[in-house]
């Protein structure tokens, strides 16, 4: 599906889930007052089209003669609205066959059913918001901790937005002092030292690569935080997974294998997300069920940010190999059967009885640093985002390599311009109506 460069039709739409107590009814376009008009009446009379923008009107919808339900009107006229456009919302009680209703009858009078993600589509097309605050529209309804809606939050009050305009400016400086040295080119004239180029570069890219960098942390928080617990047979792991949950989530008993699949479930330590996975113990078996089961595991790990080694008597050597990013917690579990010297940086518990299982859980919290997130800084959590700036850190190499080694300022400059494009993808500035197309289709309809 694509949309249209520009939308000069009324749409309709839900803007609030169905079951609720309370709906929102939502209608824009050049026709949304007219054609609410044609349905509503306020209490004191006044129709829509004489009331001033960002007021609210209490009355009734209906269809000639037939009352469907009492409503509160808010209207907004262009450009003082969130589309640019002029925008009317119907609160409504909240059942399903009134929301139809009152979509049925905007529908009669002119206006058309909307697309996902169409009113925030348009409010991009308007430039109320950047093509990155548009995507955090559908994290702020999709964020589901603390962390996550931070995340979004700054991303959607534009301070993302702010962190690659002042990156782009940098570019933008840089690509005209070259593009300056073309238009005297016979005369072989510089306007810039070449060594203060470079210099300018390696600290654009330093910026950059903090912002890749970043992805990992802001990944990991927007969709919950990997955490494996790995260990031999019946050392616990399950048992470990029940006691965090406070359920019976995971098979556990006396024989080996019993687990031969990743059981995953999700737990919000101190606002963040994390996805706990219990995994198929790891030894070396025959057994064909077992070992896929195995497979699974070492999978789970690539993909975790937190491995917990689980144990049952102490043990110098990994049980399995860690990568470099990979924060691992070692536990020795079964501590109800006797005091037991642990090494040191070990945690003590007992999944059995709960004994030092809150001692871990806030280990596992600490091992993910969301400083950075909670107080707003520009944290990046968006693969296509990161995809774009490590695209554009590319060719920012390929930029600089081109001034060390004295190329043409015209073979300088292509670079530069793919590093703006990049950072422009991001934003909006530069886009195509297939890529806005893959991104609103993926919103609520009525957002």
């Given at each position: 599906?694509?949309?249209?460069?520009?939308a000069?039709?009324?749409?309709?739409?839900?803007?609030?889930?169905?079951?609720?107590?309370?709906?929102?009814?939502?209608?824009?376009?050049?026709?949304?007052?007219?054609?609410?008009?044609?349905?509503?009446?306020?209490?004191?009379?006044?129709?829509?089209?004489?009331?001033k923008?960002?007021?609210?009107?209490?009355?009734?919808?209906?269809?000639r003669?037939?009352?469907?339900?009492?409503?509160v009107?808010?209207?907004?006229?262009?450009?003082?609205?969130?589309?640019?456009?002029?925008?009317?919302?119907?609160?409504?009680?909240?059942?399903?066959?009134?929301?139809?209703?009152?979509?049925?009858?905007?529908?009669?009078?002119?206006?058309r059913?909307?697309?996902p993600?169409?009113?925030?589509?348009?409010?991009?097309?308007?430039?109320?918001?950047?093509?990155?605050?548009?995507?955090?529209?559908?994290?702020?309804?999709?964020?589901?901790?603390?962390?996550?809606?931070?995340?979004?939050?700054?991303?959607?009050?534009?301070?993302?937005?702010?962190?690659?305009?002042?990156?782009?400016?940098?570019l933008?400086r840089?690509?005209a002092?070259?593009?300056?040295?073309?238009?005297?080119?016979?005369?072989?004239?510089?306007?810039?030292?070449?060594?203060?180029?470079?210099?300018?570069?390696?600290?654009?890219?330093?910026?950059?690569?903090h912002?890749?960098?970043?992805?990992?942390?802001?990944?990991?928080i927007?969709?919950?935080?990997?955490?494996?617990?790995?260990?031999?047979?019946?050392?616990?792991?399950?048992?470990?997974?029940?006691?965090?949950?406070?359920?019976?989530?995971?098979?556990?008993?006396?024989?080996?294998?019993?687990t031969?699949?990743?059981?995953?479930?999700?737990?919000?330590?101190?606002?963040v997300?994390?996805?706990?996975?219990?995994?198929?113990?790891?030894?070396?078996?025959?057994?064909?069920?077992?070992?896929?089961?195995?497979?699974?595991?070492?999978?789970?790990?690539?993909?975790?940010?937190v491995?917990?080694e689980?144990f049952?008597?102490p043990?110098?050597?990994?049980?399995?190999?860690?990568?470099?990013?990979?924060?691992?917690?070692?536990?020795?579990?079964?501590?109800?059967?006797?005091?037991?010297?642990?090494p040191?940086?070990?945690?003590?518990?007992s999944?059995?009885?709960?004994?030092?299982?809150?001692?871990?859980?806030?280990?596992?919290?600490?091992?993910?640093d969301?400083?950075?997130?909670?107080?707003?800084?520009?944290?990046?959590?968006?693969?296509?985002?990161?995809?774009?700036?490590?695209?554009?850190?590319?060719?920012?190499?390929?930029?600089?390599?081109?001034?060390?080694?004295?190329?043409s300022s015209?073979?300088?400059?292509?670079?530069?311009?793919?590093v703006?494009d990049?950072?422009?993808?991001?934003?909006?500035?530069?886009?195509s109506?297939?890529?806005?197309?893959?991104i609103?289709?993926?919103?609520?309809?009525?957002?």
């Open positions: 599906m694509k949309f249209p460069i520009l000069n039709d009324t749409i309709v739409a839900p803007a609030t889930p169905s079951g609720g107590a309370i709906a929102v009814v939502r209608i824009e376009g050049p026709r949304a007052i007219e054609i609410a008009d044609a349905f509503f009446t306020a209490d004191k009379g006044t129709p829509l089209a004489e009331m923008g960002y007021t609210l009107s209490h009355g009734v919808v209906g269809d003669d037939r009352r469907i339900d009492d409503v009107v808010a209207l907004f006229r262009s450009p003082a609205s969130y589309t640019g456009g002029d925008m009317v919302e119907i609160s409504c009680h909240g059942s399903a066959y009134i929301v139809s209703e009152i979509v049925r009858l905007a529908i009669d009078n002119g206006a059913s909307a697309t993600g169409e009113f925030t589509k348009r409010a991009f097309l308007a430039g109320k918001i950047d093509l990155s605050q548009a995507e955090a529209v559908a994290d702020v309804i999709a964020a589901d901790s603390k962390a996550s809606l931070s995340l979004a939050d700054t991303q959607l009050r534009g301070g993302y937005s702010a962190s690659l305009a002042s990156l782009r400016g940098e933008l840089l690509a002092l070259l593009e300056l040295e073309l238009d005297f080119s016979e005369e072989d004239v510089e306007f810039a030292n070449r060594g203060e180029l470079i210099e300018l570069l390696e600290r654009i890219d330093g910026e950059m690569a912002l890749t960098h970043s992805f990992a942390t802001g990944n990991a927007k969709k919950g935080v990997g955490v494996a617990i790995v260990g031999k047979p019946n050392v616990g792991k399950s048992t470990l997974l029940n006691r965090i949950l406070g359920e019976d989530r995971a098979m556990v008993s006396e024989l080996a294998g019993t031969r699949d990743t059981v995953e479930e999700c737990i919000t330590i101190d606002g997300l994390f996805r706990l996975i219990d995994t198929a113990g790891l030894h070396n078996t025959d057994d064909r069920l077992e070992n896929m089961g195995i497979e699974r595991t070492l999978k789970a790990l690539q993909s975790a940010q491995v917990v689980l049952d008597s043990s110098s050597e990994d049980i399995v190999e860690i990568g470099n990013e990979q924060r691992v917690i070692r536990v020795m579990n079964k501590c109800d059967r006797g005091e037991r010297d642990l040191e940086g070990w945690i003590g518990i999944a059995k009885y709960g004994d030092g299982v809150e001692h871990l859980l806030q280990t596992i919290r600490g091992s993910v969301t400083e950075a997130v909670m107080s707003g800084e520009t944290v990046v959590s968006n693969s296509r985002h990161y995809a774009a700036l490590c695209e554009g850190r590319e060719a920012l190499s390929r930029a600089r390599e081109g001034l060390e080694m004295s190329l015209e073979l300088v400059s292509m670079d530069v311009r793919v703006l990049s950072i422009g993808t991001i934003t909006g500035e530069v886009t109506s297939d890529i806005l197309a893959e609103f289709s993926k919103f609520c309809i009525g957002k």
